[in-house]
């Protein structure tokens, strides 16, 4: 590929987060696991205090939960001082065995992202991933969902690369991995905030999923229970969300990633960059 001034397309590559993305509907691998670890220090926390870090490497997962008011009022109340470091360090070391225990548990492909993913193969389009998950649990999920048929081109972990997200890096080193470039020549799609300022950061193309992520915190069941006003309306709450955080648009799941790059692709043709 020669100098281009302003890339016009195709889309060449698409990078996918796992937990409420691809695969674990409602990403409830990540929150759960973080329930239990508090609990067994005598502290409750709540589900938004664990998912409002949803997305971040796992140790920084932890010290964004620990961050939030009530939690280190709790903490305090509990243990009669704020959490220092060295807490934030034995509570790491306890939930990295707790996450892998589980992680094998939360493996399913979300329904109709197997069948996106294969028709975007078919149009050429490579697929990387990248995760808030260290590479030690991904050894446990990616066996386990690959299994069940979701087997993603490359795959990078935060532990991999100098900084998590919002670091652009994990999705650097995949494009990279893939052989793709420029960077407006692929989109990163993700459920949570940090999601999309990673893509932003890496220059990408952005899409929000806003159904079957963290924000949402929901089942496939209890999703398809909702009236339809009450589904459109969390997605345009959601969508909004992470539209501010800077996804080029949103779609309900990553089964509509066809007609997400399609739509890309139009803006591509009009000239659009993905840079802000």
Known sequence: ??????????????????????????????????????????????????????????????????????????????????????DLEELFASFVPLQRSVLADYADPIPGVLNALAELRGRGIAIGSTTGYLRAMMDVLAPAAAARGYTPDSLVCPDEVPAGRPAPWMCFQNAMRLGVYPMAALVKVGDTPVDMEEGVNAGMWTVGVTLTGSLLGQTRAEVERLTPAARAAAHARIGDQLLAAGAHLVIEGAWALPQAIDALEARLRRGETPLV
């Not at 695969?23 to 670890?37: C, I």
């Not at 067994?40 to 008011?69: C, E, F, N, W, Y």
Request: aromatic content about 8%; charged content about 15%; hydrophobic content about 50%.
């Open 1 to 86: 590929m020669g100098v281009q001034r302003s890339y016009r397309g195709p889309l060449r590559a698409v990078i996918l987060d796992w937990a409420g993305t691809a695969v674990d509907y409602g990403s409830f691998a990540p929150s759960t696991v973080f329930l239990r670890l508090f609990a067994s220090r005598g502290v409750t926390v709540s589900m938004d205090d664990v998912r409002a870090g949803m997305g971040l490497m796992k140790q920084d997962h932890l010290r964004a939960i620990l961050a939030r008011p009530a939690v280190a009022a709790a903490w305090q109340a509990v243990h009669g001082e704020p959490a220092t470091a060295a």
